[in-house]
């Protein structure tokens, strides 16, 4: 059987459901690199072409999860790998380079891996991880369009007897077309945050592929609506439990952020050195033969180069701070690691941004072109730079530093 997914033009076809998925089990944080190098080299194959047709990567999300990656955070004592926030990172950048559409389409995933870790009961986490590790994919409904702000939910989630009941929309729904379930976010009768998760074909539930961005064309980051959707009292989770206490869940969010910026940013460096290499002119009055003999293009490449790697070890820190938290997540320290996620995700916005705009100004009006597509650099790390406005970061880090206060607790910090 096939699900269709409504979209203002047309029907898409979402996962077959009848169909079990089977995934790979990874049993280290160098296989879960190696795995992503290799699905990487796939993803970029045709991610211009896809980004150009908005042509949703179905075949290649199945790809993606089959490999194992989906799965490496699920905890050793349930099976998974249990790697490092380190190692996360890594893999959310390499495949980001490749294409950061399809890289951030798990970030919601982990995150809920991550709240099972922290608030789920025993029975919840074996059957959650193991449907993980067997390849089922979690896609999110969380932000509204129409709320407040992004931490207000008008979606209700009640319970009823053994049961919850759910009604209202979402949008930004990074993942829920491609899901095999999905992990609603609403409050229930006491303005507690939950997360309820229900299989993609659940009656009252329906996906709209509405997303019309400029940028991250085919995360298909549009509408989820529930009507009257059902949910059992075994696929709730309390959200608002792991913010009564110090956890790593916050910024392990913003991780994840930081990572896929600072694969755009490689993916926008990479382009640039190629072509400037095989395309671009050097300037009249440079004297030289070719474009990547002008010393004004050689001087912008290292200083690129030189804030890549900054914002790549700030991205590294970042994830080893987080491990110190999930092992002793005390006030103090998941305070630092909160900062350090920021600190990170301020480099890599502002790498990600300069590489994709440095990649038209070193190739000149020959890289604008359409049959190059490169203005999907720009397109992507502007649109993907906005979640979780960097401005913020700044003012948590001042504060933290100067003032010693510790930033809120929430997840998106």
Known sequence: MTILVERADRALPGPEFQVAPKAQLIRSDA?????????AAELALEAAARDRERRLPLTELDRFSSSGLWGVTVPKAYGGAGVSFVTVAEVVKIISAADPSVGQIPQSHLRVLDLL????????????????????????????????HTGIFETTIIPDGDAYHINGQKFYATGALFAHYIAIAGADD????????????????????????????????????????????????????????????????????????????????????????????????????HAYEDQFTISQIGDLSV??????????????????AAAEPTDKIVDEASIAVAIAKAATTEIAILAANKLHELGGTRSTLAQYNLDRHWRNARTHTLHDPVRWKYFHIGNYVLNGVSPPRHPWN
């Open 190 to 289: 006491l303005g507690r945050a939950h997360i309820a998760i229900a299989p993609r074909d659940a009656d009252g539930l329906s996906v709209v592929d509405d997303w019309s961005s400029f940028g991250q064309r085919t995360t298909a980051s549009g509408s989820v609506v529930m009507r009257n959707l059902r949910v059992p009292a075994s696929a709730v989770l309390p959200a608002y439990a792991a913010y009564q206490f110090p956890s790593a869940n916050g910024p392990f969010a913003q991780l994840v952020h930081a990572a896929i910026d600072a694969g755009i940013a490689k993916g926008a460096l990479a382009d640039t050195v190629a072509f400037v290499r095989q395309y671009a002119r050097p300037w009249i009055d440079s004297g030289q033969n």
């Open 117 to 148: 870790r922290l608030t789920g009961s025993e029975e919840q986490k074996h059957f959650w991880f193991g449907k993980v590790l067997q390849g089922y994919r979690f896609g999110n409904a969380v932000s509204e369009a129409k709320s407040k």
């Open 307 to 324: 804030k890549m790697h900054a914002a790549e070890a700030l991205l590294d820190r970042a994830g080893r701070t987080l491990d110190f």
């Open 31 to 39: 296989e879960a690199i190696d795995t992503a190098h290799k699905v």
